[in-house]
């Protein structure tokens, strides 16, 4: 199989050379590196800052307006850039934990024909505090998994979870899908997984497959970040009317306190409790948007071109 990797850049932070240099390190050798970069004097500076050769990790860099940037759009654009059997999306941040991870991740998708895609479990880096930390351990937990339709009924929105942090895509069966849903303003990955499954084809978790990858988010850009996961479920209706992420959510506040009282921090409850509301609310705001005024749309979202751009 032919490997390609598609990495969007935004003023792209000194550890993405670290990510290039881990993907040319690869067991498995990677054909093409594709980087689409939105706003090119953000990339000139981070050159200029870090001395960064993109010819010399052979990779190719191509440049889009900041406000042209789309979730799904900008994907797919460089997905068709690729004529590799294997297209790895990944983004700007992720760090391969080691030199398997693609080997790791096309595995999955040579074992069985009928999974479009595989993705890899998050690891929290080593600055992550510890409700980052347990979240990703729910995330993202230690036992692989390869989900189909008939899990949705089990599984919920769970069935479909995927992330394009780390996540294989087999080219023919991505077209055969449809390929992601333009405009998005969040949550691609998982419309795609969906559109997937419901054809008759699988989705993948990756477990042994492994990136660093996790923030250490305030408040405020927990519920915008949330806000944009709620209007890209409102504006997906097919996709996530019919599961509840509330579901989820509380699924994760179970687990999350029995792992502060295990770690001996109950006192954690708090800031956790803090942040679900902060994601709640966010949550709740952006599946009602079609209801607010357009300017506090404007306020609470973490994307804003994406509303000059889709008004």
Not at 27 to 53: A, C, H, K, P
Not at 83 to 101: G, N, R
Not at 208 to 227: C, G, I, K, P, W
Request: net charge positive.
């Amino acid at each position: 199989m032919t490997i390609d990797v598609v990495i969007p850049l935004y003023k792209p932070p000194g550890e993405f050379v670290t990510l290039i240099k881990m993907l040319r390190k690869q067991t498995l050798s990677i054909n093409r590196i594709i980087l689409v970069n939105s706003g090119r004097e953000w990339y000139e500076q981070f050159v200029e800052r870090v001395s960064f050769d993109a010819f010399e990790y052979g990779a190719e860099v191509y440049h889009i307006d900041a406000k042209d940037f789309d979730h799904a759009g900008t994907r797919h654009m460089a997905m068709e850039k690729s004529d590799a059997d294997v297209v790895i999306m990944m983004t700007q941040d992720a760090i391969p934990k080691d030199d398997t991870l693609v080997e790791r991740l096309v595995a999955y998708l040579e074992k069985d024909s009928d999974i479009a895609v595989a993705f890899a479990r998050q690891l929290p880096r080593k600055n992550a505090g510890v409700i980052e930390r347990v979240t990703r351990e729910f995330n993202y937990p230690g036992e692989p998994s390869v989900k189909s339709a008939s899990d949705i009924g089990r599984l919920g929105i769970k069935a479909f979870f995927c992330s394009d942090v780390c996540a294989a895509y087999r080219r023919n069966l991505y077209a055969e899908v449809g390929g992601f849903k333009a405009p998005a303003i969040f949550n691609e990955d998982m419309v795609f997984a969906h559109d997937a499954l419901v054809k008759g084809l699988k989705v993948a978790y990756a477990a042994d497959a492994e990136v660093y990858h996790s923030h250490n988010y305030s408040l405020m850009t927990q519920l915008r970040r949330n806000f944009d996961l709620g209007v890209s479920q409102a504006d997906h209706p097919e996709v996530f009317e019919s599961v509840k992420s509330e579901s989820e959510g509380k699924r994760l506040v179970k687990y999350a306190l029995k792992r502060f009282n295990r770690l001996r921090r109950p006192l954690l409850i708090f800031p956790f409790g803090m942040q679900c509301v902060f994601k709640l609310l966010g949550y709740k705001l952006g599946k009602n948007y079609m209801k607010l005024p357009y300017k506090l749309v404007r306020k609470i979202t973490g994307n804003k071109a994406y509303w000059k751009q889709n008004v």
